[in-house]
Nanobody, 125 residues
């Protein structure tokens, strides 16, 4: 089994930045594509960003493109989400996800095999 642990969430004011990290542990041998999803209060979980194992391909939700950057350290199977110009509507629990499909960087939650417990991000206006 693979365990994912998110960190870096917290409080921010609109316009500020936060950086989320996702570290893996357990049976981490192999290559994983990784992604971030989020769930705002009373809303469905939504895709935020994804990156392939190599880091060569990334994909972003339209709502965060240009403000958020996903990156990773392949050897460590660690992923990051740099969030700039935060908005109150970015308030959500952010989840890290991983899939053994090392070239997948899509938006479908069911394609991801492992999930973290989530970290809260709250942005005030």
């Amino acid at each position: 089994q693979v365990q994912l642990v998110e960190s870096g969430g917290g409080l921010a004011q609109a316009g500020e930045s936060l950086r989320l990290s996702c570290t893996t542990s357990g049976r981490t041998g192999g290559a994983y594509s990784m992604a971030w999803f989020r769930r705002a209060p009373e809303k469905e979980r939504e895709f935020v960003a994804a990156i392939t194992w190599s880091g060569q391909s990334t994909h972003y939700a339209a709502s965060v493109k240009g403000r958020f950057t996903i990156s990773r350290e392949p050897v460590k199977n660690t992923a990051y989400l740099q969030m700039n110009s935060l908005k109150p509507e970015d308030t959500a629990v952010y989840y890290c996800a991983a899939t053994r499909q090392e070239t997948y960087y899509g938006t479908q939650a069911y394609e991801y095999d492992y999930w973290g417990q989530g970290t809260q991000v709250t942005v005030s206006s």
